[in-house]
């Protein structure tokens, strides 16, 4: 089932901060963060692991909270290059590398 | 290091049609998945091949097939085209496959059905 990704749009100003939240009906064994620009594949940010490992961009944190099956991604003081679409994908306990991927979350930093 | 590559970037077909779509993992990953994206649907996960072995599988009709060569190069076919099949199509390799392994994209085929 596909994680619920909120708000599904953002705009900001250099230098403000968003939060963007992915949320799934179901356990979950880790969460990995991407952002895609427009006509471009998408970029690796994050991988949260049940437990509390983390791995990934070290401008840009994150938080998996497991009971709740929750996570977000906190983009703090926000660049141009921020811009675009940042998805969640979840993977299942026993998933292996099959990603299901919310709707996205569009994120526009205006100068 | 070499990203992932896929060719041909991009493809028109008619109706009917079938096509072949090839992506070159990262040296040294044995796990390459494919995923279809469009703007209705979003990144959908259609399979995954690690050791040449169809490990996972999307919901998709059996018109999307794969498969994996000993060098971990990846083909997926679709065979008898649809106007819907028209998307982005994209692989990912990483090194094992597992939950968690960070999955590298490649830049897309792009595939208009007329």
């Known amino acids: 089932q596909q994680p619920v990704q909120s708000p599904q749009a953002v705009i900001l100003r250099e230098g403000e901060d968003a939060v963007i939240n992915c949320s799934s009906s179901?356990?979950?064994?880790?969460v990995h963060w991407y952002r895609q620009k427009h006509g471009e594949a998408p970029v690796f940010l994050m991988i949260?692991?049940?437990?509390?490992e983390q791995k990934g961009h070290d401008k840009i944190s994150a938080s998996f909270n497991e009971k709740k099956q929750q996570s977000s991604l906190y983009l703090t003081a926000s660049q141009l290059s921020y811009s675009g679409t940042y998805f969640c994908?979840?993977?299942?306990?026993?998933?292996?590398?099959?990603?299901?991927f919310g709707a996205g979350t569009r994120l526009a930093v205006h100068p | 290091k070499a990203g992932v590559t896929q060719t041909p970037r991009y493809l028109i077909k008619t109706r009917g049609q079938q096509v072949t779509l090839s992506c070159s993992p990262i040296?040294?990953?044995?796990?390459v998945s494919w995923y279809q994206q469009t703007p209705g649907q979003g990144l959908q996960f259609l399979f995954e091949?690690?050791?040449?072995?169809?490990?996972n599988k999307g919901n998709f009709p059996g018109r999307f097939s794969g498969r994996q060569f000993s060098n971990s190069r990846s083909e997926m076919n679709v065979s008898t085209l649809e106007l819907g099949d028209s998307a982005l199509y994209l692989c990912?390799?990483?090194?094992?496959?597992?939950?968690?392994?960070?999955?590298?994209f490649g830049p897309g085929t792009r595939l208009t059905v007329l």
């Open positions: 994908g979840t993977v299942g306990t026993g998933g292996y590398n099959k990603l299901i």
């Open positions: 091949y690690f050791s040449e072995t169809q490990r």
């Open positions: 179901k356990a979950l064994y880790s």
């Open positions: 949260l692991l049940k437990g509390g």
């Open positions: 990912a390799s990483s090194f094992t496959g597992a939950s968690t392994d960070t999955q590298y």
């Open positions: 040296s040294g990953h044995r796990s």
